[in-house]
């Protein structure tokens, strides 16, 4: 089982961005998928988790309403639109199989929030 994460960079508040996750190793379409982060010093947190059946995704109270997560069965691929970033939202962000702790992790990719 691989990820590679894919979009992050530099914004300005109040920009966006667009997160790739690829993923390989198994059949995507039968997992429920989750996006994390890492900000510097804290630890890695879940921040949203998109369905199997009907792609639909929940979100912690701090990204809700700003991020909108969605996936691509037939390409593998997991997405996550990130609009009215904040200085809070600098982090690595990863993607992974819901609930499935043993998968290692991907290099994650790195978004900086930042005037």
């Known amino acids: 089982v691989q990820y590679a994460e894919s979009g992050g960079g530099l914004v300005h508040p109040g920009g966006s961005l667009r997160l790739s996750c690829t993923a390989s190793g198994f059949r995507f379409a039968g997992y429920i998928m989750s996006w994390y982060r890492q900000a510097p010093g804290k630890e890695r947190e879940l921040i949203a988790t998109t369905m199997d059946r009907d792609g639909t995704t929940r979100y912690i109270d701090a990204v809700r309403g700003r991020f909108a997560g969605s996936r691509d069965d037939a390409r593998s691929t997991l997405y996550l639109r990130m609009n009215s970033l904040k200085p809070e939202d600098t982090a690595v962000y990863y993607c992974?199989?819901?609930?499935?702790?043993?998968?290692?992790w991907g290099q994650g990719t790195q978004d900086t929030v930042s005037a």
């Open positions: 992974k199989r819901a609930l499935y702790d043993s998968d290692t």
